[in-house]
């Protein structure tokens, strides 16, 4: 199994920057890539941003394509979510979650899940 933190949200007005992360434990060699996805109250879960466990390559929803920007520290088994310009319509729930597979976006090919961390961007 892989065990998952988050950390680093919080209130933040918009234009500002926010950065999160996410610490693995536990069966770390599993992991093939790491994502951040999102939930707003009453929205279904949205993917974020991937990174790839060893390659490093990234990819981003447009929705932030410009704006976050996804990072690994392999040594410290922690991914990285910075967070520039945020809008109140980035308000939600992050999470954190690993794969198995490569190059996915859907949550249903994440296996491990985090607790979540609010951010909450105020207008």
């Known amino acids: 199994q892989v065990q998952l933190v988050e950390s680093g949200g919080g209130l933040v007005q918009a234009g500002g920057s926010l950065r999160l992360s996410c610490a693995a434990s536990?069966?770390?060699?599993?992991?093939?890539?790491m994502g951040w996805f999102r939930q707003a109250p009453g929205k279904e879960r949205e993917f974020v941003a991937r990174?790839?466990?060893?390659?490093?390559?990234?990819y981003y929803a447009d929705s932030v394509k410009g704006r976050f920007t996804i990072s690994r520290d392999n040594a410290k088994n922690t991914v990285y979510l910075q967070m520039n310009s945020l809008k109140p319509e980035d308000t939600a729930v992050y999470s954190c979650?690993?794969?198995?597979?490569?190059?996915?976006?859907?949550?249903?090919?994440?296996?491990?899940w985090g607790q979540g961390t609010q951010v909450t961007v105020s207008s």
């Open positions: 536990g069966r770390t060699s599993s992991i093939n890539v």
């Open positions: 990174i790839g466990w060893t390659g490093g390559a990234t």
């Open positions: 979650a690993t794969s198995r597979s490569s190059y996915v976006n859907s949550a249903r090919w994440f296996d491990y």
